[in-house]
């Protein structure tokens, strides 16, 4: 089975603009879940999708919103970039919530 | 607030002795507990993982141990190996919905 795959891999947005980024699962797997990872911060989740609906979110303002597909695919979004959205962003499939499995990350850079 | 904690952020270890990672946790209510390993560029990797009706959990050379008295969880690796060397998030649920993780603990098995 092919795993979780995310793009971009890398990004360099400028502060103000927004940004998109994409994580296809692992066929089969319908919950998708995005996490923000910074140096000192751990992981730090954003949100879970399951069957195209937001089934959990985090503590992360407005600004980052994301969707699901009917084909599990997920998209999220960030607007009006901040210097401190600068991060790896991860995605995780899973099957039965408990096992996620993670994409490589989309690493953003604003400047 | 930081649900779950891993205050070594770094670990030294020979290779072929014991690896002790470490993971504190202060809400009561998590019920599943996950350790993960990370490379540099790719996604974290699922390791091992055990539930709370049980207190230990092995998979060839990683052992999970949990004490849900001290809230406490630790991941060992016998013998470690150089390929070992990587970056361990212990990460906690409840209810396998959200999952809190710990801000990791970079492991270096010298040869």
């Known amino acids: 089975k092919a795993g979780v795959t995310q793009t971009p891999r890398y990004l360099i947005k400028t502060r103000g603009q927004q940004v998109t980024l994409s994580c296809s699962p692992i066929?089969?797997?319908?919950?998708v879940s995005w996490y923000q990872q910074t140096p000192g911060q751990g992981l730090q989740f954003l949100f879970e999708y399951f069957s195209e609906t937001q089934r959990n979110k985090g503590n992360f303002p407005g600004r980052f919103s994301g969707r699901q597909f009917s084909n599990s695919r997920s998209e999220m979004n960030v607007s009006t970039l901040e210097l401190g959205d600068s991060a790896l962003y991860l995605c995780?499939?899973?099957?039965?919530?408990?096992?996620?499995?993670f994409g490589p990350g989309t690493r953003l850079t604003v400047t | 607030d930081q649900q779950v904690k891993q205050n070594s952020p770094s670990l030294s270890v020979q290779e072929g002795r014991i690896s002790i990672l470490n993971c504190d946790y202060t809400?009561?209510?998590?019920?599943?507990f996950l350790w993960y390993k990370k490379y540099p560029a790719e996604g974290p990797t699922f390791l091992i993982s055990i539930s709370s009706i049980k207190d230990k959990n092995e998979d060839g050379r990683f052992t999970v141990f949990l004490n849900k008295s001290a809230k406490h969880l630790s991941l060992h690796i016998v013998p470690s190996q150089p390929g070992d060397s990587a970056v361990y998030f212990c990460a906690a649920s409840e209810g396998g919905n959200q999952f809190y993780f710990g801000t990791g603990t970079s492991l270096t098995v010298i040869p």
């Open positions: 066929s089969g797997h319908r919950s």
């Open positions: 995780a499939s899973s099957q039965n919530s408990y096992e996620q499995y």
């Open positions: 809400n009561s209510m998590f019920d599943y």
